[in-house]
C-alpha cells in the first residue's frame, strides 16, 4: 500500500506517462531516484517534522548515499519545496479537470473545493506541513511569483470558461475575480490551519458557496 508522501510524489510521474514514453534509461533512473527522495523525505517530514529531520535520513531512508542526495538537491528544504511545487501542480490540475466539464460555475468550484479537502484530508500530517512552508514561502518575493502566476492563470481560465457560458460577471475586471477566488481559498485554508477543531470540508464548501455567489452576473433591479 503507497503512503501518503509516496502517492503525492508519484502523481507527477503518472501525469507525466506520455512525456516519459521516450525517455532514456538514465534520465528515467534520475527521475526515480528524484521520486524516491521526495517520497522518503515526505514520509519523515510528515511523521517527525521538518527541523527534525536531516539530510543522512533522508538519504538513508530512500537508500541512497549523501553525495548522491546532492547531486539532486542543495538541502531538505529544496526537497520541501519541491513537494511544495507538487501540491501546487496536483491543485492546478484539479482546476483544469473541472474546466473540462460542462457544469456551471458554482458546481466547478463546489467541485474543485471538495476535491482539494479531500486531498489534503488524505495526506493531512504532510499537507498541512506543506501549507505551513507554501505559505510562508508566498511572502518570500524569489519563490512566490512563479507559484502565484501559475495558480493565477489557472483561475484565470475557470473565470473565461464562466464568462463564455454567462454565468460570471463579465463587467468586472478577471484580474480582480482572480484575486477573489484565490485569496478566498488561501485564506480559508490559513484559517482552518489556525483554528482548531475547525472542518476543512465545511469550510471549504462554504467558501465555494461565497464564490460562486460573488462572481454571479448582477441581476437587474426590478
Known amino acids: ?12 510521474a503518472k501525469t507525466d506517462s506520455v512525456t516519459n514514453a521516450h525517455e532514456s534509461l538514465r534520465d528515467r533512473k534520475k527521475r526515480l531516484t ?54 501546487d501542480a496536483q491543485f492546478i490540475r484539479y482546476i483544469e479537470a473541472e474546466i473540462d466539464q460542462s457544469n456551471s460555475t458554482q458546481v466547478r468550484i463546489e467541485n474543485l473545493m471538495r476535491r482539494s479537502a479531500t486531498h489534503i484530508a488524505k495526506n493531512s500530517a504532510l499537507t498541512q506541513i506543506m501549507l505551513v512552508e507554501g505559505m510562508s514561502g508566498l511572502a518570500d518575493q524569489s519563490t512566490s511569483t512563479d507559484r502565484m ?6 483561475m484565470a481560465q475557470l473565470v ?14 478577471v484580474t480582480v475575480q482572480v484575486q477573489v477566488l484565490v485569496g478566498s481559498y488561501l485564506y480559508a485554508l490559513l484559517n482552518w490551519l489556525s483554528v482548531e477543531n475547525l472542518d476543512l470540508f465545511t469550510t471549504l464548501e462554504e467558501t465555494a458557496t461565497l464564490l460562486a455567489n460573488a462572481l454571479k452576473p448582477n441581476t437587474p433591479a426590478t
Do not use: W
Open 1 to 12: 500500500m503507497n503512503s501518503p508522501a509516496s502517492a503525492l510524489s508519484s502523481n507527477t
Open 34 to 87: 528524484h521520486q524516491r527522495i521526495c517520497g522518503a523525505a515526505g514520509e519523515l517530514f510528515a511523521s517527525q517534522g521538518v527541523q527534525n529531520t536531516t539530510v543522512d535520513s533522508i538519504a538513508a531512508a530512500a537508500e541512497i548515499s549523501k553525495p548522491t542526495f546532492f547531486n539532486y538537491f542543495a538541502n531538505k528544504q529544496a526537497v520541501l519545496h519541491a513537494l511544495i511545487e507538487i501540491m
Open 149 to 154: 502566476a501559475r495558480l493565477n492563470n489557472a
Open 160 to 173: 473565461e470558461a464562466g464568462r463564455e457560458q454567462g454565468d460570471v460577471n463579465s463587467q468586472t475586471a
